[in-house]
């Protein structure tokens, strides 16, 4: 299996400051098609995780412009340009690349201080 | 919008079998494929596996030996059957679709099902 590192685990941002999550892969997730099959999610309090970013850098419709994510091959980042309070939850970075299975990062959390 | 809605008991007892259903409102259970996703309480994600609409399955290694996703496209179904449950296998259980099998892209809101005697 592929296993999913994040950095850090929990992160506390004072509301309109910059943040950035750290996902790395113990293997490549480019695959032979050309894509990189690395995602980002938010799970916010009592709620399902809600797709933010797919194949590294690409934002879902209606994802606010100030989530962007970049990398390459094993590591990645999800960087938040001004934290605001309803960016508090659980990111988690997931590769499918191979499967099976998925795999899933550890999650961080994002509180605001 | 596609809505997805988990269903099932809240309670099993431990050496059954736990069943969910996934009910898809909002579009067809065609051309896409649907997954089952774990979250034990306080913990992270685990992927159960998926089921393409045509019946074709890709199972968690780890739960394999367990587990079966059916789908039932009469009824805009798509269903988990996860046998020998233990208090490891207490989680909310989501249900998802994804365009291609590399993507999550909706989720259900989740269903708590604790193991317990």
């Known amino acids: 299996d592929i296993v999913m590192t994040q950095t850090p685990l929990s992160l506390s941002v004072t509301p309109g400051q910059p943040a950035s999550i750290s996902c790395k892969s113990n293997?490549?997730?480019?695959?032979?098609?050309?894509?990189?099959?690395l995602y980002w999610y938010l799970q916010k309090p009592g709620q399902s995780p809600q797709l933010l970013i797919y194949e590294v850098s690409n934002r879902l419709s209606g994802v606010p412009n100030r989530f962007s994510g970049s990398g390459s091959g094993t590591d990645f980042t999800l960087k938040i340009s001004r934290v605001e309070a309803e960016d508090v939850g659980f990111y988690y970075c997931?590769?499918?690349?191979?499967?099976?299975?998925?795999?899933f990062g550890p999650g961080t959390k994002v509180d605001i201080k | 919008q596609v809505q997805l809605q988990e269903s099932g008991p809240g309670l099993v007892k431990p050496s059954e079998t736990l069943s969910l259903t996934c009910t898809v409102s909002g579009g067809s259970i065609s051309n896409y494929y649907w997954s089952w996703i774990r979250q034990p309480p306080g913990k992270g994600l685990e992927w159960i596996g998926y089921i393409y609409y045509s019946g074709n399955t890709n199972y968690n290694p780890s739960l394999k030996s367990r587990i079966t996703i059916s789908v039932d496209t009469s009824k805009n179904q798509f269903s988990l059957k996860l046998s020998s449950v233990t208090a490891a296998d207490t989680a909310v259980y989501y249900c998802?679709?994804?365009?291609?099998?590399?993507?999550?892209?909706?989720w259900g809101q989740g269903t708590l099902v604790t193991v317990s005697s």
């Open positions: 997931m590769q499918s690349i191979q499967l099976p299975p998925v795999t």
């Open positions: 998802a679709r994804g365009g291609t099998i590399h993507i999550l892209q909706h």
């Open positions: 293997q490549s997730l480019l695959h032979s098609d050309g894509k990189t099959y």
